[in-house]
């Protein structure tokens, strides 16, 4: 999954949906950029062990700030991120 997470690093992108999506699901307010930096730094220091593949879906679970993030792995766009339930 190195490979794989080396990818979705180089090439993460979004949609205005996905921003208004995390606002909401993560429930903040944050600008685009803070987003952008916000799920690269989860991304850098989450261990490619949590990077998992399921149908068409990339899934980066950090159990340290309790989030999954959910991208797509033919755009490498960010879906969405949910909190996860303990």
Do not use: P, W
């Not at 490979?3 to 999506?21: M, P, S, V």
């Not at 730094?41 to 490619?48: G, M, V």
């Amino acid at each position: 999954m190195t490979d794989n997470k080396q990818k979705i690093t180089e090439h993460l992108c979004y949609t205005e949906l996905a921003y208004k999506r995390i606002n909401k699901k993560l429930t903040v307010n944050f600008s685009k950029k803070q987003i952008e930096m916000f799920i690269d730094e989860i991304l850098k220091k989450t261990n490619k062990m949590f990077f998992t593949k399921t149908g068409k879906n990339y899934y980066v679970t950090n159990k340290e700030n309790n989030i999954k993030i959910t991208i797509n792995s033919n755009t490498f766009r960010v879906i969405t991120v949910n909190k996860i339930k303990k």
